[in-house]
C-alpha cells in the first residue's frame, strides 16, 4: 500500500500543534489537502508544512477523496464537517467535544458503521501507556459489577474560558479564536471544552452507559464549574465534576474511583497511579512509571493513520464520544431546570451500535 493521504479540515491552534506534526513525522503518511478560513493563514499552514493542496471550502478539500480526515474545526461545525468526509469515504479524527448535539453525534456514527468507515474521537488519554489495559481489567471484574464512579477533572484552563486566553498562545503558529472557547452558543464553556476528557474516559474505561442526569453549573458567561449525578443503565450511580481551577502550566488533577461488587479502585492520572482493593485480597493493578500518563494527544492521530492501512486499534471510537455528548448535553438542560434530574435524549449506546 502508497504513502496514506490524510488532509486537515480546521487548521487552527491545535491542529497546527499537535495533529499536523505527528502526521509529518510519520513516513506512511502525505499530507494531501488542508482547509481553514483566512486566505493569508491558509498559505501559511500549506506552506509551512507542505501540503499539496489548500482551500478554504471542506468541500474543495473532500473532493481529492483522501484516505483520513481529520477535523479540528470549531465545536459547532464538527457535525458538517465529519459527516462530509464520512460521505466522502474517509476515515475521520474528530476533534472533542464531538459535538453539541446528541443526536447528531450519533447520526455519525452510524454514518460511519453504515461507510465502513472508522471514525476516532480526540481523546488522547486512551492511547496512554497500560489504560488499555486497565480497562481490560475493569472491565473483566477488577472491581467486580460496578456500582459507583467518582470522577474529578481540574484544568489549568481558566483564561481559555474566562479570559484572553493562555501566555503560551502568544507563541503559537496560529492563535486561537477566544470566541470558540467563549461563546455558550458554539460550545463554549468547561464541559464541552474540558469534561469532554474525563467523562469519555471515565465511560471508556468502565463501559457503563449514562441513562439520567442532574446537574448544576456555576453562574456565569459560561460555565466554570460543573457537578453532576449520573445514573446508569444497570443501576450504578456516579458523579462528574469538574473546575478551570489549576494555574497554566501546571498538570490537571484527574481522579477516577470506582467501587463494586468485588471492591474498589483508585486511579490519578495526575500521579500516574492506580491502585485496586479487592475483597478477596487477590492481588490486581497496572504499574505506571513516572509521567506515562502525562497528557499528550499523538496517539489518536497515529491510531487514524494506521487504521486507514488496515491496522491498529480504536481506542476512541465515535460511541463513546457520542456517549459524552449524552452526558454533557443532559447535564447542560439540567442544570438550566434548575438541577432537576433529565432524560438522556437520544438514543442509548446499545441501540445506536445495533442499528
Not at 465529519?82 to 475521520?92: F, K, M, Y
Not at 474521537?121 to 501507556?129: S, V
Not at 461488587?261 to 486511579?267: C, F, I, M, Q, V
Request: overall charge neutral.
Amino acid at each position: 500500500m502508497g504513502r496514506i493521504r490524510v488532509s486537515v479540515v480546521g487548521a487552527g491552534w491545535y491542529a497546527a500543534e499537535n495533529h499536523i506534526p505527528a502526521l509529518k513525522a510519520r513516513d506512511d503518511v502525505a499530507l494531501d489537502g488542508v482547509c481553514r478560513l483566512g486566505a493569508e493563514a491558509l498559505e501559511r499552514v500549506r506552506g509551512h508544512f507542505g501540503f499539496a493542496f489548500a482551500s478554504e471550502d471542506h468541500r474543495d478539500v473532500l473532493a481529492r477523496r483522501p484516505d483520513a480526515v481529520i477535523v479540528a474545526s470549531p465545536h459547532d461545525l464538527h457535525y458538517v464537517h465529519v459527516r462530509d468526509a464520512i460521505e466522502a469515504g474517509c476515515h475521520v479524527l474528530c476533534e472533542k467535544p464531538m459535538t453539541l448535539a446528541p443526536a447528531e453525534a450519533w447520526d455519525l456514527v452510524r454514518r460511519a458503521k453504515s461507510s465502513g468507515r472508522h471514525l476516532l474521537i480526540a481523546n488522547g488519554y486512551h492511547y496512554l501507556p497500560k489504560l488499555d489495559r486497565l480497562r481490560s481489567l475493569i472491565q473483566g471484574g477488577a472491581v467486580g459489577r460496578i456500582e459507583h464512579l467518582a470522577c474529578s477533572f481540574v484544568s489549568a484552563t481558566r483564561r481559555v474560558f474566562d479570559g484572553d486566553g493562555l501566555a503560551r498562545w502568544k507563541t503559537a503558529f496560529f492563535k486561537p479564536d477566544i470566541a470558540t472557547w467563549q461563546d455558550p452558543a458554539k460550545g463554549g464553556g468547561f464541559a464541552y471544552g474540558q469534561l469532554s476528557h474525563s467523562v469519555a474516559l471515565s465511560l471508556w474505561l468502565t463501559g457503563l452507559e449514562p441513562k439520567s442526569v442532574g446537574a448544576r453549573v456555576a453562574p456565569g458567561a459560561v460555565d466554570l464549574v460543573d457537578a453532576a449525578s449520573v445514573a446508569f443503565e444497570g443501576g450504578a450511580l456516579g458523579t462528574f465534576s469538574g473546575a478551570a481551577g489549576m494555574p497554566e502550566g501546571q498538570r490537571a488533577i484527574l481522579t477516577i474511583q470506582l467501587s463494586g461488587s468485588e471492591g474498589a479502585l483508585d486511579l490519578a492520572v495526575h500521579r500516574d497511579h492506580v491502585s485496586i482493593h479487592r475483597h478477596d485480597g487477590r492481588p490486581q493493578g497496572v504499574d505506571f512509571a513516572p509521567g506515562d500518563l502525562v497528557y499528550r494527544c499523538d496517539g489518536p492521530v497515529n491510531a487514524l493513520v494506521d487504521l486507514a492501512a488496515g491496522k491498529g486499534e480504536n481506542l476512541s471510537p465515535g460511541e463513546t464520544g457520542a456517549a459524552t455528548i449524552d452526558v454533557i448535553e443532559a447535564m447542560l438542560r439540567s442544570a438550566r431546570a434548575g438541577g432537576a434530574p433529565v432524560e438522556i435524549a437520544s438514543p442509548s449506546p446499545l441501540l445506536a451500535r445495533a442499528s
